[in-house]
């Protein structure tokens, strides 16, 4: 079964508004992290958050994860088009080796 | 850098034959491991390794092998292609010490008919 669901599971906004993506998973973890995937590519990382860490950037991308309620969201602000991809949460399940990903959340940015 | 190297990138089968799919990084990475994605299912785990000689099992097994003979490799066997196994498949890597982040190939499209 999959460890995280992202929510919603597309989004469409137009260029320049801020989008933002949740997702939740059911184990303890040690840090979860968001990946971007663009239509036909690989997965590629975005940010990285540790259990004991409420809040992160990096450039226009702003994290928050919740460890009470087993949830994490993802900002991106002043959205362009070329922030269209599908966006994944993988969380570690608590464990050492493994990452374990949510089903997406597929994002539009429109000119 | 050529990071993760996938081959093939698309493949069409028979059902009950068997291939291979290959994967290689240059990174000097420890951990590697294959994923499928299915539409609507997100990225499963196959199998994965910690280094040379160490494999484990992940979500979804059934129907794969795999070796690893050196750091650099990672190859996934599909043993007798099944219509299920119609996906895209993932090769991603990582060092042991870093932080977790997964470096991913660009995926093989494999069509089992």
């Known amino acids: 079964s999959q460890q995280g669901e992202e929510d919603p599971q597309a989004l469409s906004i137009q260029e320049g508004e801020n989008a933002t993506m949740n997702c939740s998973y059911k184990t303890s973890i040690n840090n979860l992290q968001w990946y971007r995937q663009n239509s036909g590519r690989g997965l590629v990382h975005l940010i990285l958050i540790r259990s004991n860490e409420r809040e992160k950037h990096s450039g226009r991308l702003r994290v928050t994860l919740d460890t009470s309620k087993k949830s994490s969201s993802l900002l991106i602000t002043a959205s362009r088009a070329a922030d269209t991809a599908s966006y994944f949460c993988a969380t570690d399940r608590g464990g050492a080796n493994n990452l374990f990903f949510g089903t997406g959340t597929r994002l539009t940015v429109i000119p | 850098n050529a990071g993760v190297t996938q081959t093939p990138k698309f493949q069409v089968l028979k059902t009950g034959q068997s291939m291979t799919l290959q994967c290689a990084q240059d990174m000097n990475h420890e951990y590697m491991s294959w994923y499928r994605q299915d539409p609507g299912m997100g990225l499963r785990l196959i199998h994965y390794s910690v280094g040379a000689g160490i494999t484990d099992q992940g979500e979804v097994p059934n129907g794969y092998n795999v070796s690893r003979s050196t750091t650099e490799d990672f190859p996934l066997r599909l043993l007798s292609a099944a219509p299920s196994q119609t996906s895209v498949y993932f090769c991603?890597?990582?060092?042991?010490?870093?932080?977790?982040?997964?470096?991913f190939g660009e995926g093989s499209r494999l069509t089992v008919l």
């Open positions: 991603a890597s990582r060092g042991m010490s870093n932080t977790g982040e997964l470096f």
